[in-house]
């Protein structure tokens, strides 16, 4: 078969005796498929995929701009920021998985990259010619063992050593992890054969037409993250400059550490890579435990 053999024959041959047929999901399909929680936020944290379980108890910062808190992260200007200060705890072994959980292999075209926020990364690289063949594993997974007594030891010292963040007018939220899911994402570029040299032989059959690889394998690595809340914004009572106390609802709401629906859908919208504040460290205390890359 020549360089520029027809690719209606080319197709025609695959559908008859070559690739199976494979489809695109739907978004709710990819969701279900991949096992994803709509309630995390899914980032990149390059500096714990060495050890995954660094991440608990992170602290995440989120400070004003222009004098307002953010309603999306998706909003220019609103930046989550790590901070070099977590809390001490320790993780809930059960929580831990024995091995990785393959979740399931699915092809991605630039529609369903931009319907799953996920799979939002891969955008850049497709068009309308290209996809990509996904499988996701959940490699690790993880919660802080609120039952110990550490927790609590934890997070009171916290408080008193980062006094400064909680009372600094600046930060609107600040949000610690409790649970996390590590998930590696291996994909292969392919785009729809043309008739013309390219890249491998034969490839996927996607939707009726044939698709080959244009790169090797990758591997991306993603961190789902779930928050308890260590501060959020005053109830409006509470910052009333008339001096006006809040309501006994607002303040006990304002002291809980379980966020709230609106601060779920608010933090889940996080995405990219978390970045480190440019401040002058603290000591980690407590046995808390930052990774090596962030360690002076």
Not at 27 to 50: F, G, P, V
Not at 56 to 81: M, T
Not at 145 to 151: H, P, Q, V
Request: net charge positive.
């Amino acid at each position: 078969m020549g360089q520029n053999a027809d690719k209606d024959h080319v197709n025609k041959v695959m559908n008859e005796s070559v690739a199976g047929k494979v489809i695109v999901p739907s978004t709710r399909e990819a969701i279900s498929k991949l096992n994803l929680d709509l309630q995390m936020a899914y980032i990149d944290a390059d500096a714990y995929t060495a050890d995954p379980y660094a991440i608990l108890g992170q602290v995440i910062q989120v400070r004003k701009k222009d004098g307002q808190c953010p309603a999306s992260f998706n909003e220019a200007g609103y930046p989550a920021e790590l901070t070099p200060f977590p809390v001490a705890h320790k993780v809930n072994e059960a929580s831990r998985l024995t091995k990785p959980v393959l979740r399931s292999s699915i092809m991605v075209d630039k529609s369903l990259a931009a319907s799953v926020s996920f799979l939002s990364y891969l955008s850049a690289e497709l068009n309308a010619e290209t996809s990509f063949s996904v499988l996701v594993m959940d490699q690790a997974t993880g919660l802080v063992d609120t039952k110990d007594a550490s927790w609590r030891t934890g997070l009171d010292q916290w408080k008193k050593d980062n006094a400064d963040l909680l009372n600094d007018p600046e930060i609107c939220y600040l949000f610690v992890v409790m649970g996390f899911v590590q998930k590696n994402i291996i994909r292969k570029k392919y785009e729809k054969y043309t008739g013309k040299a390219q890249g491998g032989a034969w490839g996927v059959n996607l939707n009726g037409e044939l698709s080959t690889a244009t790169e090797q394998f990758a591997l991306d690595i993603k961190f789902g993250l779930t928050p308890a809340v260590l501060k959020r914004p005053s109830p409006a009572g509470v910052i009333d400059s008339r001096g006006f106390a809040a309501t006994k609802a607002a303040l006990k709401g304002a002291a809980s550490l379980a966020p709230t629906a609106d601060e779920i859908m608010l933090f889940s919208s996080i995405k990219g890579e978390l970045t480190m504040p440019k401040r002058k460290k603290k000591a980690a205390g407590n046995g808390a435990k930052l990774p090596a890359s962030f360690q002076g």
